[in-house]
């Protein structure tokens, strides 16, 4: 069975400082690839997602995020955190063929000091 | 398009009793996924409806069931309710075009066990 690894459970960063999200899943074949947000008191939103093609993807409020097959990986990044990128962060995969499960990582809580 | 809905928002159970939530899709989307969310165990997967069968079950016992309506409403019930069942059950409603899976949660319903 898939799994899924979010190694930083908390980060605190600064306002202005670059972030990224480590997530690793444990999958041989062919997967798509997902991260979503949770702001507090809110539900699961999309970032973004990859399913083929161009392995950076880009997502909404200047998220991105890097596919690298051969390490497994699907890290998130943002070059300039803002106070309200506070949330937690989970990753998520999908074999195709196998129905719209999601496996999920732990999630990373981040928060941004101002 | 309004988004997914899950009522109730919030119960209180005692140990032993059943419960029934009950989520609505986005429209005209045909597949439900359920998911139990919890601070120890994060998110995992509990099941998926699509077309009023059962695609795919996650590990959980059998008192955790579920089922879609022709409308694609979808509840899950649990029976015989233990206090470890206290948790965010969120829905997702999802669908695919062209091998892409776009899959949108609603905002959970909080079961607390007493």
């Known amino acids: 069975a898939q799994s899924v690894s979010q190694h930083n459970h908390h980060v605190i960063l600064s306002e202005a400082a670059s972030l990224e999200l480590g997530c690793n899943y444990s999958?041989?074949?062919?997967?798509?690839l997902f991260w979503y947000v949770q702001y507090p008191g809110q539900h699961l939103q999309l970032l973004l997602k990859?399913?083929?093609?161009?392995?950076l993807v880009k997502g909404i409020k200047g998220f991105e995020a890097e596919f690298i097959k051969s390490k497994f990986s699907f890290n998130l990044r943002k070059p300039s955190v803002q106070w309200s990128d506070t949330a937690e962060y989970f990753c998520?995969?999908?074999?195709?063929?196998?129905?719209?499960?999601?496996?999920f990582g732990t999630g990373t809580q981040l928060k941004v000091e101002l | 398009k309004a988004g997914v809905t899950q009522t109730p928002r919030y119960l209180i159970k005692t140990r032993g009793q059943q419960v029934t939530l009950s989520c609505s899709p986005i429209?005209?989307?045909?597949?439900v996924s359920w998911y139990q969310q919890t601070p120890g165990q994060g998110l995992q997967f509990l099941f998926e409806?699509?077309?009023?069968?059962?695609?795919n079950k996650g590990n959980f016992p059998g008192r955790f069931s579920g089922r879609q309506f022709s409308n694609s409403r979808s509840e899950m019930n649990v029976s015989t309710l233990e206090l470890g069942d206290s948790a965010l059950y969120l829905c997702?409603?999802?669908?695919?075009?062209?091998?892409?899976?776009?899959?949108?949660f609603g905002p959970g319903t909080r079961l607390t066990v007493t």
């Open positions: 429209s005209g989307h045909r597949s």
């Open positions: 999958y041989g074949g062919t997967v798509n």
């Open positions: 997702a409603s999802s669908y695919t075009s062209g091998g892409s899976l776009e899959q949108y």
């Open positions: 990859y399913f083929s093609g161009d392995p």
């Open positions: 998520a995969v999908n074999i195709p063929g196998g129905g719209n499960k999601l496996t």
């Open positions: 409806y699509f077309s009023e069968t059962q695609r």
